[in-house]
């Protein structure tokens, strides 16, 4: 590792330097906010490349920063970080098309007047994607909201990790593990103190948190094992070892009085963390109920499928919905639902597969992604 850095240790922030990292969080939130019109299927990571580096350094005025936690820089090769299927961050640009149903993500770390910005997305190209890649995005982007939910003055780190961790795993994935693949402290140097991995770790042992520490809260997560590598490619891809996709969200908070500031929130970005879980069991129960319903009205005609899937689909939602107070968290709930019930619908088909009834799902499939009921990303 490079720059001296004490890994042990982190400093605390004056609220001078805080405004240094907003001021470089900014520009990064609005390089990922810009480059989003561009991640269409057909369009070349190398393209989605050239773009970021016009963006931070002839439009915003900022330097690529492209070190990683090892002290490796491929800023040569690179000016963000690509996340793309299977490879979970630090990828090498390519003239190979994205395409549709891929999962996508840039990560963003710049220098603005010296201070660090460091924040990543994750995109499904084209929108379309299977169930299993299109929960394991949202619950990636999910577990960085718990994380920012639990991170105040007081809080320890080694708690925030495993409550992270539980929550992933409580969908079947798995905290990655690989190497340069944690959270960090930041400021004048990208990684300048801890090193916070998501999951339960010793070396997350003793850390509370104080006010003024700034942190980044990312949690790595894949749909395989978990194992990781680094490629010998120029950019020291980190992959999962078993091709299993992966995804990640970042952002850079700072601890205040009581809670956390996010310094790089896009633009009516929502990090409200939201566990649609409800108590799993009941939530198992009424997807289970749902799949008994659908079943049921296989070999009427087309008009009474469609609204025997609306209406059962109607009727789990209130179970999640039961549990929120307003309107944003009761509409999360809807769409938390509608994900589960299709993700469980194709289970389903797989399981049936070449029978009529897998036909019959195929068809209350098509209907649950249809207009009505959409399912749209985070």
């Known amino acids: 590792m490079s720059n001296n850095v004490d890994y042990n240790a982190i400093s605390i922030k004056s609220p001078e330097q805080i405004a240094m990292l907003r001021t470089a969080g900014r520009i990064s939130a609005r390089v990922l906010e810009e480059l989003t019109p561009h991640i269409q299927p057909g369009v070349t990571s190398q393209r989605i490349n050239d773009l970021a580096y016009d963006l931070i350094v002839n439009k915003y005025g900022a330097e690529i920063d492209r070190e990683d936690l090892s002290g490796y820089d491929s800023s040569e090769f690179a000016s963000i970080s690509i996340a793309h299927n299977n490879i979970a961050f630090s990828g090498e640009p390519s003239e190979m098309p994205l395409r549709t149903g891929d999962l996508f993500g840039v990560d963003v770390s710049l220098k603005k007047d010296g201070w660090c910005g460091d924040t990543q997305r994750m995109w499904i190209v084209g929108e379309e994607t299977s169930a299993k890649a299109r929960l394991l995005y949202n619950v990636g982007y999910q577990a960085m909201c718990l994380g920012i939910s639990l991170v105040r003055p007081g809080a320890k780190i080694q708690e925030i990790a495993e409550q992270v961790q539980a929550y992933v795993e409580s969908f079947g994935f798995s905290m990655l593990r690989v190497p340069s693949g944690t959270g960090h402290s930041t400021g004048e140097v990208h990684a300048d103190g801890w090193l916070i991995p998501y999951y339960r770790e010793p070396s997350n042992e003793g850390r509370v948190l104080r006010k003024g520490m700034v942190i980044t809260v990312e949690p790595f997560i894949c749909a395989g094992s978990g194992e990781g590598i680094r490629l010998t490619n120029p950019t020291r891809a980190a992959a999962t070892a078993d091709n299993s996709l992966a995804a990640y969200w970042e952002h850079v908070v700072a601890v205040t009085d009581d809670a956390c500031e996010v310094l790089d929130l896009r633009g009516g970005e929502d990090v409200t963390f939201y566990d649609h879980r409800v108590s799993r069991p009941m939530a198992d129960a009424r997807v289970e109920a749902f799949l008994a319903d659908i079943l049921a009205l296989e070999g009427e005609n087309p008009d009474a499928i ?45 399981r049936r ?9 195929k068809y209350v499939l098509g209907v649950l992604d249809g207009p009505r009921f959409p399912v749209k990303g985070t």
Request: proline share 0%.
């Open 306 to 350: 469609r609204e025997g899937v609306h209406v059962a689909l109607a009727d789990c939602a209130d179970i999640f919905k039961a549990q929120e107070v307003n309107r944003r968290m009761k509409d999360k709930a809807v769409h938390a639902c509608h994900v589960l019930c299709r993700a469980r619908v194709v289970e389903e088909i797989q």
């Open 353 to 361: 597969k070449g029978t009529v009834t897998a036909e019959h799902l």
